[in-house]
């Protein structure tokens, strides 16, 4: 099937293009231009966007989808995540949720992380885990799974805390050869004991353009410089490092560098409720720590076209023109908002429609059609979200009472934003 949208507001990083026909096919944008022809046919749907953004799908560069479980766990402030993690040992009660979510099936963790991703927007995910069989990665979204990765730098020295989550840090960055990605989280943490960290990623030779570095908490200015000077990449979560740490790192700094910074949620575990939610936290969080705003375009690149570029896929998705993968975002234009404050304030219930690779994720319930017609569909269902009727992939509902039933009681965990009455 064919996707028009007309007199459409198409907002990327750099360009905000009005009065433009958007033409989704074969899974890509084929067009995306102010006006011109609009195409028919009898396998075309037009849509009339003149009071619609359309927005590049939202990329989550750093989740664990394993860890897709609430309450947050944590009795923080924490020096290092290696002081957290023993905690996590040594008392059961801080971490019931945690040990709660290890009854839950985990496919089904799976799926709960790619609806938490699905509700906010997002349609690329990065599971940073160990490599698990490919069922778990049979799901609705862009779920990316190849790359290399580590979990922290020390795993050898304190494997009960932290094991390994490849062939060690060495090969694991060989393997990509320069091009894939090797992800590692750094220097969580605000002491000495991980404040090394990075030197000993540099002693190992693995800043590279294609290393991505997760949080850098503790990095001082010789560390940016040499983050900055290798090419790697940086990940921001400043939920986690709120809740964890109570302080985040020079991200001010990063960006003065030109290091390429893009936004990451983290794990339901610590951090943000979902990657809108996570937006809203980052640019509180920058205000605060920095006495400065941040501006929106910046934001709205961390979680576009950074993590885009930063992944090796810069040239097909994070971006809405022509010949990139047909990922949309479609909100409501508010009239007393720019384009990007609309975005920021943006629920759950307020998208219109979201697709991947030009099928539909979820949206209004007007929808319900477009859903159905894809034959090789896994199937849809309906689903009320902030009183609004909406329509999504899958069965989102379904899962959650598996859940209920896997645990024995009822829950209902809020990056899941549809209804209660829905349960019932």
Same mark, same amino acid.
């Given at each position: 099937?064919?996707?028009?949208?007309?007199?459409?507001?198409?907002?990327?990083?750099?360009?905000?293009?009005?009065?433009?026909?958007?033409?989704?096919?074969?899974?890509?944008?084929?067009?995306?231009?102010?006006?011109?022809?609009?195409?028919?046919?009898?396998?075309?749907?037009?849509?009339?966007?003149?009071?619609?953004?359309?927005?590049?799908?939202?990329?989550?560069?750093?989740?664990?989808?394993?860890?897709?479980?609430?309450?947050?766990?944590?009795?923080?402030?924490?020096?290092?995540?290696?002081?957290?993690?023993?905690?996590?040992?040594?008392?059961?009660?801080?971490?019931?949720?945690?040990?709660?979510?290890?009854?839950?099936?985990?496919?089904?963790?799976?799926?709960?992380?790619?609806?938490?991703?699905?509700?906010?927007?997002?349609?690329?995910?990065?599971?940073?885990?160990?490599?698990?069989?490919?069922?778990?990665?049979?799901?609705?979204?862009?779920?990316?799974?190849?790359?290399?990765?580590?979990?922290?730098?020390?795993?050898?020295?304190?494997?009960?805390?932290?094991?390994?989550?490849?062939?060690?840090?060495?090969?694991?960055?060989?393997?990509?050869?320069?091009?894939?990605?090797?992800?590692?989280?750094?220097?969580?943490?605000?002491?000495?004991?991980? !404040?090394?960290? %990075? /030197?000993?990623?540099?002693?190992? *030779?693995?800043?590279?353009? $294609?290393?991505?570095?997760?949080? @850098?908490? #503790?990095?001082?200015?010789?560390?940016?410089?040499?983050?900055?000077?290798?090419?790697?990449?940086?990940?921001?979560?400043?939920?986690?490092?709120?809740?964890?740490?109570?302080?985040?790192?020079?991200?001010?700094?990063?960006?003065?560098?030109?290091?390429?910074?893009?936004?990451?949620?983290?794990?339901?575990?610590?951090?943000?409720?979902?990657?809108?939610?996570?937006?809203?936290?980052?640019?509180?969080?920058?205000?605060?720590?920095? !006495?400065?705003? %941040? /501006?929106?375009?910046?934001?709205? *690149?961390?979680?576009?076209? $950074?993590?885009?570029?930063?992944? @090796?896929? #810069?040239?097909?998705?994070?971006?809405?023109?022509?010949?990139?993968?047909?990922?949309?975002?479609?909100?409501?234009?508010?009239?007393?908002?720019?384009?990007?404050?609309?975005?920021?304030?943006?629920?759950?219930?307020?998208?219109?429609?979201?697709?991947?690779?030009?099928?539909?994720?979820?949206?209004?319930?007007?929808?319900?059609?477009?859903?159905?017609?894809?034959?090789?569909?896994?199937?849809?269902?309906?689903?009320?979200?902030? !009183?609004?009727?909406?329509?999504?992939?899958?069965?989102?509902?379904?899962?959650?009472?598996?859940?209920?039933?896997?645990? @024995?009681?009822?829950?209902?965990?809020?990056?899941?934003?549809?209804?209660?009455?829905?349960?019932?």
């Amino acid at each position: 099937m064919r996707i028009v949208f007309v007199n459409a507001t198409v907002v990327n990083t750099d360009t905000t293009l009005s009065d433009c026909t958007v033409v989704v096919e074969h899974g890509k944008f084929e067009r995306v231009e102010p006006g011109g022809p609009i195409p028919g046919g009898p396998d075309t749907a037009t849509f009339d966007a003149g009071d619609w953004l359309l927005f590049p799908g939202l990329i989550n560069i750093h989740d664990h989808l394993r860890g897709s479980w609430l309450p947050r766990c944590g009795n923080g402030p924490y020096e290092n995540v290696y002081q957290w993690l023993r905690e996590l040992h040594a008392k059961p009660s801080v971490f019931a949720p945690a040990r709660e979510r290890d009854r839950i099936d985990g496919h089904r963790l799976y799926w709960l992380g790619t609806y938490k991703n699905l509700f906010s927007g997002v349609t690329t995910v990065v599971d940073h885990y160990v490599r698990l069989d490919s069922s778990f990665y049979q799901l609705p979204i862009r779920l990316i799974t190849e790359f290399g990765r580590e979990g922290v730098v020390r795993s050898h020295r304190e494997p009960q805390l932290w094991p390994s989550w490849g062939e060690g840090i060495v090969e694991e960055f060989r393997k990509c050869r320069g091009i894939s990605p090797f992800i590692i989280h750094v220097e969580e943490g605000v002491d000495e004991e991980t !404040g090394t960290e %990075l /030197r000993r990623l540099e002693q190992l *030779g693995v800043l590279a353009q $294609n290393t991505i570095l997760i949080h @850098g908490i #503790g990095f001082d200015e010789e560390d940016i410089a040499l983050v900055a000077q290798c090419g790697c990449h940086m990940v921001w979560c400043p939920a986690t490092h709120e809740f964890l740490y109570r302080r985040t790192g020079n991200v001010a700094r990063w960006l003065e560098l030109g290091i390429n910074t893009s936004l990451g949620t983290d794990s339901s575990l610590t951090g943000g409720l979902n990657l809108l939610d996570e937006m809203r936290t980052a640019q509180r969080c920058y205000s605060q720590t920095f !006495g400065q705003s %941040l /501006r929106l375009e910046v934001l709205f *690149g961390m979680v576009t076209s $950074n993590p885009a570029r930063a992944l @090796g896929m #810069g040239d097909t998705i994070g971006r809405v023109e022509r010949g990139f993968a047909a990922d949309l975002l479609v909100l409501e234009r508010d009239t007393d908002r720019a384009p990007l404050e609309t975005l920021l304030q943006a629920e759950p219930k307020d998208i219109v429609l979201l697709l991947q690779d030009g099928q539909p994720r979820f949206g209004d319930e007007r929808f319900q059609w477009l859903f159905e017609s894809d034959p090789q569909s896994i199937g849809s269902s309906p689903v009320i979200v902030g !009183g609004r009727a909406k329509w999504v992939v899958g069965d989102p509902v379904g899962l959650l009472r598996a859940v209920q039933g896997d645990i @024995g009681r009822r829950y209902r965990p809020a990056f899941l934003p549809f209804d209660d009455s829905e349960l019932n």
